[in-house]
């Protein structure tokens, strides 16, 4: 047990309080009524990370501030690693379906309850903790260290790939450690082999100028909820392939990564019972964690069209809404994608008696992790030290599209080391972290800053 391990077990119970004053504060980066809240989590992390022993400084954006920690003492000689996390968090909506309220969050069954809480305020903090205990412990970190935490991660972070080339020089390193992600199993330390991209977008249908009666003018005009059911109903054959022309044309064979997947600890029935679905389904011929992991798809994020009250009301909508987005896996191109989706759209959408509109909002780079070498190597064995199992590499299906960004302008190499857990609920009523995982990702975030300088 090294001197910092021991500070992070002594103080243990103030980190969490402090986590839990984070987590009060709703950092929504959607909502702009939360605009306030969002400068109040910076200028509340930047202190934290001054009491922690950092240097550290609020950058403006033109959306969302992002928080610059820096501690430089390792000297030229030693490596310099960037570590990220966001502080901002998905809309707490719907209220009525927590347990306890969102922004008060509460430790049951050794979980913390918050939104949040996983995703990604707590695994963000222990690395702030750990610095801290490296920084008091020790008097020194074995590192060079920066960190940046943004606020708009979960909006597409849009203003932190041009921060990142602006600042290329200030956040120059040789490693970055991003921990945003989710293991296998309870007790399972995992590192992240993959991520998948994101292609987002808005379809509107117009009809009429305004909603009529659907007797009098049903069959007289298109209606835009059937309409956009259809164009719906065009994404994916009975099969749930995606019949997007071209979608899959850079899509590796999953049979490249079977076995590999196939030794990963899972079982669909685990899965299922998170889920609350009455049975798994998607693509045929590929198992859940191939679909998650190496298969791209299309799905429908939400709809909006007419009457949706209580009782029935004859009404034929003016307007139909729907969000979409494919999930999209390493070698797919999202501007392409999105090029080859708004085809399909105009070419299935009918010609006239409505307007359908799409409106690209966002996308992300998948990314596949090289492993091997010393980051790689340096994690497992903190990892392992920490949660007394060997890691296990697993893709993700989410994504995180920074992460490529890393690659591309700092050109180091990233470590996803994630702390979440199945069922977590992130972006859900109900999100948690477990208090143990949280204890041993600190330990783990400490220990691979003194492996990494070895
Ligand atoms: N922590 C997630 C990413 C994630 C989710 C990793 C599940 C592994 C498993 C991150 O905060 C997130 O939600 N990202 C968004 C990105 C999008 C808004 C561009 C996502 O995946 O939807
Ligand atoms: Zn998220």
Redesign the pocket.
């Known amino acids: 047990m090294s001197r910092a391990d021991t500070y992070i077990d002594e103080n243990m119970s103030r980190f969490r309080e402090e986590l839990f004053d984070f987590l009060r504060i709703p950092s929504v980066s959607a909502n702009s009524e939360n605009r306030p809240d969002m400068q109040r989590a910076a200028e509340w992390l930047v202190q934290r990370m001054r009491e922690a022993g950092l240097q550290a400084a609020i950058h403006p954006t033109a959306g969302h501030p992002i928080v610059l920690g820096e501690w430089r003492g390792a000297g030229a000689g030693a490596p310099t690693v960037l570590i990220y996390g966001?502080y901002d968090v998905q809309p707490a909506e719907p209220l009525e379906l927590w347990s306890s309220p969102p922004y008060e969050p509460e430790i049951r069954d050794g979980r913390i309850y918050a939104r949040g809480s996983v995703?990604?305020k707590g695994q963000l903090y222990l690395h702030v903790k750990a610095l801290e205990s490296l920084l008091k412990a020790e008097g020194r970190l074995p590192v060079n260290v920066v960190l940046v935490a943004e606020g708009e991660?979960?909006?597409?972070s849009d203003n932190l790939v041009p921060f990142l080339e602006k600042m290329r020089d200030q956040l120059a390193c040789d490693y970055v450690i991003v921990s945003?992600?989710?293991m296998v199993a309870p007790g399972v330390p995992t590192i992240g082999a993959s991520?998948r991209g994101?292609a987002y977008f808005q379809i509107d249908v117009q009809g009429p100028a305004k909603d009529l009666h659907s007797g009098s003018y049903g069959g007289a005009v298109l209606n835009p909820a059937t309409v956009l059911c259809r164009i719906v109903a065009s994404f994916h054959d009975l099969d749930w392939h995606a019949t997007i022309p071209g979608f899959y044309d850079k899509v590796r064979p999953a049979t490249e990564v079977r076995d590999q997947i196939a030794q990963v600890p899972f079982e669909d029935e685990t899965l299922r019972e998170e889920t609350g679905s009455p049975t798994l389904g998607g693509e045929a011929g590929y198992s859940t964690l191939e679909r998650l992991w190496v298969r791209p798809t299309v799905e429908v994020n939400g709809l909006l069209s007419g009457f949706t009250g209580e009782g029935s009301k004859t009404v034929l909508p003016a307007h139909a809404m729907a969000k979409v987005s494919c999930r999209l896996v390493p070698d797919q191109d999202p501007v392409l994608v999105a090029k080859l989706f708004m085809e399909h759209i105009h070419r299935v959408a009918p010609k006239e008696g409505v307007t359908v509109t799409i409106t690209p909002m966002?996308t992300?780079q998948a990314w596949r992790a090289r492993l091997g070498g010393k980051l790689y190597e340096a994690a497992a064995r903190s990892l392992e030290a920490a949660f007394g199992r060997k890691v296990v590499y697993a893709g993700?299906?989410?994504?995180?599209?920074i992460v490529s960004d890393f690659e591309r302008v700092l050109g180091a190499p990233v470590l996803l080391m994630?702390f979440g857990l199945p069922g977590e609920n992130?972006?859900a009523p109900d999100e948690w972290l477990d208090v143990d995982t949280f204890e041993r990702g600190m330990h783990a975030a400490a220990n691979l800053l003194a492996q990494l300088s070895a």
């Open positions: 966001h995703d990604d991660e979960e909006i597409g945003d992600t989710t991520l994101l966002h992300g993700e299906g989410g994504s995180i599209p994630g992130a972006h």
